[in-house]
């Protein structure tokens, strides 16, 4: 599996070791991340690794910042890009199964690498589930068009 990973300035010691992991499982690896300690804005390396599993340039997707909701939120203003914090291996994996995650944002701040590696074995290595979890990513893909308001629930 081809994944691109990318890190904002606080994440870049947890995103070598989230590429060592990656690599030792098989995946091919694009690192896009920042080089040192310098203040960036997380944002512009979210949008990288977004933009390139929207494009279908990659697989899936990493992205490390302090919490992991920074670089979530911008990842999923891309189309077809599923972004979000998980903080364990049942995240991890439910996210995988249910919502077809095709990016996985890590808290640098909060994972231990340990923590960090075991999810990312899990993530990597779980299928999506499809069935009734699929209409409901169709629901979600459809949301990404919508400009203001909504529609009423279906019940």
Request: hydrophobic share 40%.
């Given at each position: 599996?081809?994944?691109?990973?990318?890190?904002?300035?606080?994440?870049?010691?947890?995103?070598?070791t989230?590429?060592?992991?990656?690599?030792?499982?098989g995946?091919?690896?694009?690192?896009?991340g920042?080089?040192?300690?310098?203040?960036?804005?997380y944002?512009?390396f979210?949008?990288?690794?977004?933009?390139?599993v929207?494009?279908?340039?990659?697989?899936?997707g990493?992205l490390?910042?302090g919490?992991?909701?920074?670089?979530?939120?911008?990842?999923n203003?891309?189309?077809?890009?599923r972004?979000a914090?998980?903080?364990?291996?049942?995240t991890?994996?439910?996210?995988?199964?249910?919502?077809?995650?095709?990016?996985?944002?890590?808290?640098?701040?909060?994972?231990?690498?340990?923590?960090?590696?075991?999810?990312?074995?899990?993530?990597?290595?779980?299928?999506?589930?499809?069935?009734?979890?699929?209409?409901?990513?169709?629901?979600?893909?459809?949301?990404?068009n919508?400009?203001?308001g909504?529609s009423?629930?279906?019940?």
């Open positions: 599996m081809r994944i691109a990973v990318a890190s904002d300035h606080r994440g870049v010691e947890l995103r070598r989230v590429i060592a992991k990656l690599e030792s499982l995946h091919e690896v694009i690192d896009n920042a080089d040192g300690a310098d203040s960036v804005d944002p512009d979210a949008s990288v690794v977004a933009g390139k929207s494009c279908g340039d990659v697989d899936r990493v490390i910042c919490t992991g909701i920074g670089m979530a939120i911008a990842a203003k891309f189309s077809g890009v972004a914090p998980c903080n364990d291996e049942v991890a994996e439910i996210s995988r199964r249910h919502n077809d995650l095709n990016v996985l944002c890590l808290s640098a701040d909060l994972l231990s690498a340990r923590v960090a590696e075991r999810m990312l074995e899990v993530w990597s290595q779980t299928e999506f589930e499809g069935g009734r979890h699929a209409r409901r990513i169709d629901k979600i893909t459809s949301l990404e919508t400009n203001c909504g009423e629930p279906a019940h």
